[in-house]
């Protein structure tokens, strides 16, 4: 049996959703670098590996640079 290969789109939007895009991919990459931050600093300073099943419980108190 083949596995699914994923599908490519191309999408072509218009400036206003280009920005809400835009802004987006800058939001998704400012947590994901807050959730590693706070992965590397539990184990360099307690030996601990956070997994993450508990970042969802962490993150919502920190605080996004925007």
């Known amino acids: 049996m083949k596995a699914d290969r994923g599908r490519k789109y191309r999408l072509y939007p218009t400036p206003g959703q280009e920005e809400v895009l835009t802004a987006w991919g800058h939001s ?13 600093y539990a ?4 030996g601990v590996a956070l997994r993450s099943s508990r970042a969802p419980k962490e993150l919502p108190n920190s605080q996004v640079p925007r």
Request: a positive charge.
């Open 28 to 40: 998704a990459r400012a947590l994901w670098n807050v959730a590693l931050e706070r992965r590397q």
């Open 43 to 46: 184990h360099k300073q307690r």
